[in-house]
């Protein structure tokens, strides 16, 4: 299974962007697909989730009502509405995905496949 992220860019603070995760090489509508970061010396952190339908999601506090994340099963292929970007939201920023149709979890060591990021960079 192959996650290839894309979207990601040099955006002013205030602007919205958003990202898209097409995964090829296995069935998309039987994972649960998530979105991490990793700004420059942290850890990676979790972002959001979403089963398999898009009938459950779960986001991080520090994103709750500025991030959307959804998908296409249609498309394979998952993605994450940023709005009102803010400097702190400055990451690379990486698509995973979950064996398992309604697994929603938060911890990167609970996701089985991961995409390459893509860096968002948010000035002033």
């Known amino acids: 299974v192959q996650l290839q992220a894309s979207g990601g860019g040099l955006v002013q603070a205030g602007d919205s962007l958003r990202l898209s995760c097409a995964v090829s090489?296995?069935?998309?509508?039987?994972?649960?697909m998530g979105w991490f970061r990793q700004a420059p010396g942290k850890e990676r952190e979790f972002v959001a989730s979403?089963?398999?339908?898009?009938?459950?999601?779960a986001y991080a506090d520090s994103v709750k009502g500025r991030f959307t994340m959804s998908r296409d099963n249609a498309k394979n292929t998952a993605y994450l509405q940023i709005n009102s970007l803010k400097l702190e939201d400055t990451a690379v920023y990486y698509c995973?995905?979950?064996?398992?149709?309604?697994?929603?979890?938060?911890?990167?060591?609970?996701?089985?496949?991961w995409g390459q990021g893509t860096l968002v960079t948010v000035s002033s």
């Open positions: 995973a995905g979950i064996r398992g149709a309604s697994i929603m979890r938060t911890s990167a060591n609970g996701y089985d496949y």
């Open positions: 090489g296995g069935i998309f509508s039987r994972y649960t």
């Open positions: 979403i089963n398999w339908n898009g009938a459950r999601t």
